[in-house]
């Protein structure tokens, strides 16, 4: 094992606890129902909306839609299979299935409301918390980012990381923007999705033991 490997690993497991953590606590105040916040940020948000930012924000938000998520899951996986890493694609949808599957119960778990219908300029189904948009965005393109550079010089790993950044934050901040999300909801989104991600990376290393414990 590198003698680096250890130190990167304790890294990823300590972030991925953090993460873990904060969902967690998030979580604990949306069941509470005690941050008025969210509903201040909404209010603000929908009194500022304007017709071209709605347009814009509404494509931007289908970078963490399933229309996207899920062909693009496919081409990546597709283009890590064609360089002889058909593994790496498992793993690429261990991350972003994973983590709609850990979103889609605790939606169901929480229960959350929407903003009201005045708040917002689509009528969505389903509860609040977490969002899916921001926890499919986080675990997919940062996973395919990580996944893909892996091979790579670390100038182009960098690279990939810097432009998976806004392709996690626009449709991210895009739900509160459409008012179909309250902050914390896409808060926590992305701490799940980011989290996702950091266990997909350390389950990877366990199996091709680069981990020791």
Not at 94 to 99: E, K, P
Not at 112 to 139: C, I, K, Y
Not at 179 to 185: A, E, I, M, R
Request: with cysteine.
């Amino acid at each position: 094992m590198p003698a680096a490997a250890e130190p990167n690993a304790r890294h990823r497991r300590l972030v991925a606890c953090i993460l873990a953590a904060l969902f967690a606590g998030i979580a604990m105040v949306v069941w509470t129902g005690r941050w008025g916040l969210d509903l201040d940020v909404a209010t603000w948000v929908a009194a500022h909306r304007t017709a071209p930012g709605t347009e814009l924000f509404r494509g931007l938000a289908q970078l963490g839609s399933l229309v996207v998520v899920v062909p693009a899951t496919v081409v990546v996986a597709g283009y890590l299979f064609a360089r002889r890493r058909a593994w790496d694609g498992a793993w690429l949808a261990v991350a972003t299935y994973g983590s709609a599957i850990l979103y889609t119960l605790t939606k169901l778990a929480v229960a959350r409301s929407r903003p009201d219908a005045d708040l917002r300029v689509l009528l969505e189904p389903g509860f609040s918390f977490p969002s899916g948009h921001a926890t499919q965005a986080s675990a997919f393109w940062l996973s395919a980012a990580v996944l893909v550079g892996l091979d790579r010089t670390r100038r182009t790993q960098r690279i990939l990381l810097g432009l998976a950044v806004p392709l996690v934050a626009l449709p991210a901040a895009s739900r509160v923007y459409l008012g179909v999300h309250w902050t914390l909801d896409v808060l926590g989104g992305l701490c799940l999705g980011t989290a996702s991600c950091l266990a997909m990376l350390e389950l990877r290393a366990r199996r091709r033991g680069r981990v020791v414990t």
